[in-house]
């Protein structure tokens, strides 16, 4: 159980172009994701909590207008990257929360801007 | 405030035991562990409630230190499928969100 899903596992755009990426909790609902990225060899860094039905909440300097995210349902949230440039280039992980707040990850997406 | 974790790497042979700390500047009511291995994301280990309640993993355990300012992660009787980085993750400013520590990297070796 607790099975979280992402696609793209990996992709690679131009820069200016904007990409989506998927966050699917397979085996049960999920009313609160959370969107994080992972530079090497660091550690996980919040950028935004998405809560079903509502706006995403962002943590301090992570741009709204930027990483756009929607939770349309309870088992899928989606982070879009608007006009993204190389410095966007990193490991983009989601998580679902759990009954007592654990999180389940996905397995992240790497995302390459040239 | 992102916890600190210690040590920075450590590596064991098969079969040892290994401490790793996560301290924080302010009480907690909550640590979550994660384990994640090159290229992967983390995964779930192992919560630590303030009455000293754990869930997760069976051969893992963890303890908060007397001011509940630091967990301990205990690894028994370590295995070669252990190594990976360690998180540590605390309450941010809303009790769901997660903070996590700078990492602790395990290497057991055969």
């Known amino acids: 159980g607790a099975v979280v899903s992402q696609h793209p596992s990996w992709v690679i755009c131009k820069s200016g172009t904007s990409v989506k990426i998927e966050c699917r909790s397979l085996d049960f609902q999920a009313t609160t994701m959370f969107w994080y990225r992972q530079f090497p060899k660091q550690s996980l860094m919040l950028m935004a909590t998405?809560?079903?039905?509502?706006?995403?909440?962002?943590e301090q300097g992570v741009e709204k207008d930027k990483f756009l995210i929607n939770h349309a349902s309870l088992t899928l949230s989606t982070l879009t990257v608007t006009s993204a440039h190389p410095e966007d280039s990193s490991f983009y992980i989601c998580?679902?929360?759990?009954?007592?707040?654990?999180?389940?990850f996905g397995p992240g997406t790497r995302l390459t801007v040239t | 405030q992102q916890p600190v974790q210690s040590p920075q790497a450590v590596i064991l042979r098969e079969g040892e035991d290994a401490v790793i700390n996560c301290s924080s500047s302010k009480a907690l009511y909550s640590v979550h562990w994660y384990r994640q291995k090159h290229g992967e994301a983390p995964v779930f280990l192992m919560i630590l409630l303030k009455g000293g309640e754990q869930k997760g993993h069976e051969k893992i355990s963890a303890s908060f230190n007397e001011k509940k300012q630091q967990s301990s992660l205990y690894l028994t009787a370590s295995q070669l499928s252990y190594s990976g980085t360690y998180f540590c993750g605390t309450p941010g400013d809303s009790s769901y969100k997660l903070i996590f520590g700078s990492g602790t990297r395990l290497l057991v070796r055969p």
């Open positions: 998405s809560n079903e039905g509502s706006k995403a909440t962002y």
């Open positions: 998580s679902a929360q759990g009954g007592a707040y654990e999180q389940y």
